[in-house]
């Protein structure tokens, strides 16, 4: 393992190619780094990351995807999300041709070439879950072992689980969402009287219970066992059995995880969150099984470590006060537990006391966070504590490059809409806009030339394929195919000649829509976002996640009072949400756009959204039948703007900030400048370049190369022989070898093989 010093302890710096440590911070956008001259009037506390920031390079212009799965599939593919068909977060009706494909040059694979050892812990969302029926697992818990990593300690899930406001307890309600404990645990008496308990039995999964009260160390008993992965019994003693309505099963958020782990010879498995090893605090969690796999490493060989931590994704929950310094604001202050923004009916001044709140925990969960990066450093022998707790770190005494990067921008309610820097909550993750694209991102180690300067030009998420290849000397362009080269540019002279001039001249991100089986319309449902103007989107499968994203539910499993009139089996598109709120005095929605897509030059930027409208065929409110969007319902738009990365308050593509009227491309630009004209013309030029790639893929299976699953261009034997193995696993459910997209890998994607075979396709 690399350290500060060898084995020996001579103090010199291990030779051979670097080790590569790439931290994930997940809905984490620059709004929230002070590092960055931001984070609002109460930035959270983030000295470990600032650390690693002064010690090596920050990027200044980094731009990541709107949306987590296809961030992290440009990290491991090089790839912008239209060229594979990953184009959303993956969600149970997606099916697996939108999802990262088995037979893709990943980067674990490219640097396998090269002597790396590789292993992913914690949170990637590079595939879909086991769970909810979904469509796209076809290798199951080897998912992560076909996609190359020797080594996956982590979730298949895309986000923490709900958090029990049963607070573990059946006898506070029928399922997670239906308790009075917002925050999973139980408050003292002093916060929820009756509901309360200031004592009570901490029952641990392995069956181990100890009696915990008020005094010393604990200021909240429930917190404190829900900390140590325990479920307080409120007010009693220990029995010598663990109490049948005492629920091990049931996830909590950020406490409790379903990890699933394989090898570098598959064996993939999964271990419940009913595990005592499954329950404690995600951010801890994942740091120990880094640190636990990195020791195992003999050192003969370099390794990659990937961490990919769940936090600040939603559901937003307190950390353990542990993780939090005295004087941090919220620490001990169980007044945050209070009921979120759920109906349409809520009182502004709730309203507010929720984006308070939200403000107040996603500031803990940043802290808590920053200070386990700080002792996976440690952990690694990488840095040291002083004595006044501060990281001494000095990665040119190391042999390996840290990176850190945030996979897109923040989440509505966590975003920091003050001074410095007044970011957009209305215009954040899952949408091209600043506040949704603009990312941290920070990278140290020995070959950093002048460390503790910023980098201004542009760089995007793919880039980082091409950074970790050129760390480990791998040859990209030899390794890639000419007929089908990635889109990531080079990083690394960045790092090592700090007068690199800018390499891009356009950066790029965009968000659409995944394949879905033809069936799927049937089992989705709209969620309405208020915080993030009305948005309608039927991207969340299950009533508890939209919920838990600040959303209002029109789909199946409503209570009474929440959503009147509504039919029992909910609504199945937006348009009908649209018709029920305007004919209930609602304001209207505006639809989560089909396609959305930025291009910049760094000063100019456009963005395209392509939206679905409503129109007669997909019925109305009243109407009970499902309805599926009509492909000729869209409404394309092009907006352009004036953006830049300046501090305490950058300019940003707000909403009234566009430089002439939105209106179908071309805009008219006649009341610009000619600058500006010119800057438009360019970059509509490169936009019409993505959108010409992203239709020639949507088609890929059905018009331009059918037949062709391993995307080689060709349609031969190869092909052949992995339908037969896909068909027969997990009931030959989707696959990347489902032609007709009908959730089956079966004989008719067999034919299309055979009618194809032999067949060249163009790039």
């Known amino acids: ?151 996956f300690d982590g979730f298949l899930d895309g986000a923490p689980y709900n958090i029990d406001t049963r607070a573990g307890l059946t006898t506070k309600g029928a399922d997670v969402d239906s308790g009075p404990y917002k925050c999973g645990f139980i408050p003292t008496t002093k916060i929820s009287g009756s509901n309360g308990a200031d004592s009570g039995a901490c029952y641990l999964a392995d069956g181990s219970c100890s009696q915990i009260s008020i005094g010393g160390d604990v200021v909240t008993p429930g917190r404190s066992c829900m900390e140590r992965g325990g479920i307080l019994d409120p ?93 941090t604001p919220g620490r001990n202050d169980n007044l945050v537990c209070s009921p979120h923004a759920d109906s349409e009916n809520t009182p502004v001044a709730t309203q507010i006391t929720d984006v308070i709140d939200s403000h107040l925990i996603t500031n803990l969960m940043i802290e808590a966070l920053d200070k386990k990066i700080g002792d996976l450093l440690v952990g690694l022998n990488l840095a040291k504590y002083n004595s006044d707790g501060t990281l001494d770190y000095h990665p040119e005494q190391t042999n390996t490059v840290v990176v850190v990067m945030g996979d897109n921008g923040t989440y509505v309610n966590s975003v920091k809409f003050t001074a410095p820097g007044q970011f957009d909550p209305t215009r954040a993750k899952a949408s091209p806009y600043q506040t949704g694209v603009w990312v941290p991102l920070m990278v140290a180690g020995p070959m950093v030339a002048s460390p503790g300067r910023e980098v201004p030009s542009m760089v995007g998420s793919v880039d980082l394929y091409r950074l970790f290849a ?22 690394l002279a960045y790092l090592t000649n700090p007068g690199q001039a800018s390499i891009r001249s356009t950066n790029f991100t965009e968000m659409g829509t995944n394949e879905r089986a033809v069936d799927a319309g049937a089992n989705e449902y709209p969620c309405v976002i208020p915080a993030a103007n009305n948005v309608c989107t039927t991207l969340f499968p299950q009533k508890g996640v939209c919920v838990t994203q600040g959303g209002i539910w029109y789909g199946d499993n409503l209570t009474a009072g929440e959503t009147d009139d509504v039919p029992a089996t909910g609504y199945h598109n937006c348009c009908q949400v649209q018709a029920y709120r305007l004919a209930h005095g609602n304001e209207g929605t505006t639809f989560l756009p089909y396609a959305t897509k930025a291009v910049t030059d760094g000063t100019y930027k456009l963005v395209r959204q392509t939206r679905n409208e409503c129109v007669p065929a997909m019925g109305t409110a009243a109407d009970p039948v499902d309805y599926s969007y009509s492909p000729t319902g869209y409404d394309v738009k092009d907006e352009f703007y004036q953006i830049d990365t300046a501090t305490p308050n950058p300019k940003l593509d707000k909403e009234g900030s566009e430089l002439v009227a939105i209106t179908t491309p071309p805009l008219d630009t006649s009341s610009l400048t000619g600058e500006q004209q010119q800057a438009y013309a360019n970059l509509r030029s490169e936009m019409d370049k993505h959108d010409a790639v992203a239709s020639y893929n949507a088609n890929y299976d059905s018009v331009n190369c059918p037949g062709d699953g391993n995307r080689d261009r060709v349609v031969d034997a190869k092909d052949l022989a992995n339908w037969k193995e896909l068909s027969q696993l997990n009931n030959g459910q989707s696959s990347w070898y489902d032609f007709n997209h009908d959730g089956k890998t079966d004989d008719a994607d067999r034919q299309i093989i055979a009618n194809n075979m032999g067949k060249t396709c163009s790039s």
């Not at 350290?3 to 302890?9: A, F, L, N, T, Y």
């Not at 791998?474 to 390794?479: F, H, N, P, R, T």
């Open 1 to 151: 393992m690399a350290s500060c010093s060898d084995d020996s302890g001579s103090g010199k710096v291990a030779k051979g190619k670097p080790n590569i440590l790439f931290v994930v911070l997940d809905d984490l956008g620059v709004d929230q780094m002070k590092s960055y001259g931001y984070g609002g009037a109460s930035p959270a506390r983030t000295p470990n990351m600032d650390a690693i920031a002064r010690a090596g390079v920050l990027f200044r212009n980094a731009w990541a995807m709107p949306d987590c799965t296809p961030t992290r599939a440009t990290f491991f593919t090089g790839r912008y999300p239209s060229q594979d068909n990953i184009l959303n977060a993956l969600v149970a009706t997606d099916l697996a041709n939108s999802s990262t494909s088995p037979y893709a040059m990943t980067l674990p694979k490219l640097l396998k070439t090269q002597g790396y050892t590789n292993a992913l812990i914690g949170k990637m969302h590079l595939t879909g879950s086991d769970l909810n029926g979904s469509y796209n697992l076809p290798y199951g818990y080897n998912s992560m072992w076909k996609l190359g990593w020797d080594y």
């Open 235 to 327: 007010n009693q003693s220990c029995q010598s059995t663990v109490p049948n309505y005492i629920d091990f099963t049931a996830q909590n958020g950020y406490y409790t995880g379903r990890w699933v782990k394989s090898t570098a010879q598959g064996n993939g498995y999964v271990i419940p969150a009913s595990d005592p090893s499954s329950r404690g605090y995600r951010s801890i969690l994942e740091t120990d099984r880094a640190l636990e796999w990195a020791k195992q490493q003999s050192g003969d060989k370099p390794w990659m470590l990937t961490v990919g931590y769940s936090a600040i994704h939603a559901p937003l929950q307190v950390p353990p006060v542990s993780l939090i310094a005295d004087g």
């Open 470 to 491: 050129e760390i480990a000397g791998a040859d990209v362009d030899k390794a890639i195919p000419a007929n089908d080269p990635i889109d990531g540019q080079p990083m």
